[in-house]
């Protein structure tokens, strides 16, 4: 067990469609990094927030979106879906700085109807 | 970030040791290096991280050379479960920033 909670676990939804997951991150980490991983892309950093500021973007989409509350719990936002946007994302906490590693949680997957 | 190269795949026999390369040879002097495994479709699962000097911890021991251009991941007794696919990852002290996986190392444990 990582400490990292994600829900919903799997998530079945239509195009055209807006979802929301959900992120809690151990207990003590500022920093939240949201992951993308399809079976073309492999896994792909998407977003990260620190202490509720946004501190680095990757290859997210302008249809997504996340933020991260003053709990530190963090949510990413998908809309407009499209098929091809069916994939695990994973959220990752870390405490940030002086090299402490990422820790997983274990996903949700998302099913493009 | 600097870039890794990993075999895409190794097997190793239940019980002995398996040993997994890592070459990143453009790695800048603030850049960690980072094991990650991941089972199946499960959250990747941190393993061991090191700068410079060889680190070891309950999972598994991590040999950086000199000139910190390799490293290699030593599971010292593999079992079936530790099958999955192993990612080596460089990245900056900072602790900011994603991570960059490649397509890692699928090590089979054979029975």
């Known amino acids: 067990d990582s400490g990292v909670t994600q829900t919903p676990k799997h998530l079945i939804t239509a195009t055209g469609q807006r979802v929301t997951l959900r992120c809690s991150p151990r207990s003590g980490d500022l920093s939240v990094y949201w992951y993308q991983q399809s079976l073309d892309q492999g896994l792909q950093f998407l977003i990260q927030y620190y202490n509720g500021e946004e501190r680095a973007k990757g290859n997210i989409l302008e249809r997504f979106s996340a933020q991260q509350f003053p709990d530190l719990h963090s949510e990413l936002n998908l809309s407009s879906l499209e098929l091809g946007d069916s994939a695990l994302y994973f959220c990752?906490?870390?405490?940030?700085?002086?090299?402490?590693?990422?820790?997983f949680g274990d996903g949700t997957r998302l099913s493009i109807l | 970030d600097a870039k890794t190269t990993q075999p895409p795949s190794m097997d190793c026999a239940e019980g002995r040791a398996a040993n997994l390369p890592c070459n990143h040879s453009?790695?800048?002097?603030?850049?960690?290096v980072y094991w990650y495994r991941q089972i199946h479709s499960q959250g990747p699962q941190y393993i061991i991280h090191?700068?410079?000097n060889n680190e070891t911890n309950e999972m598994a021991s991590l040999i950086i050379t000199e000139d910190r251009k390799s490293s290699t991941l030593i599971l010292p007794h593999a079992t079936l479960r530790d099958t999955a696919v192993y990612y080596c990852?460089?990245?900056?002290?900072?602790?900011?920033?994603?991570?960059?996986f490649g397509k890692g190392t699928h090590l089979i444990i054979q029975p």
């Open positions: 990752a906490s870390s405490v940030s700085g002086d090299g402490q590693p990422q820790h």
């Open positions: 090191g700068l410079k």
């Open positions: 990852i460089v990245n900056n002290a900072r602790g900011a920033d994603g991570l960059t």
């Open positions: 453009t790695i800048s002097g603030n850049e960690y």
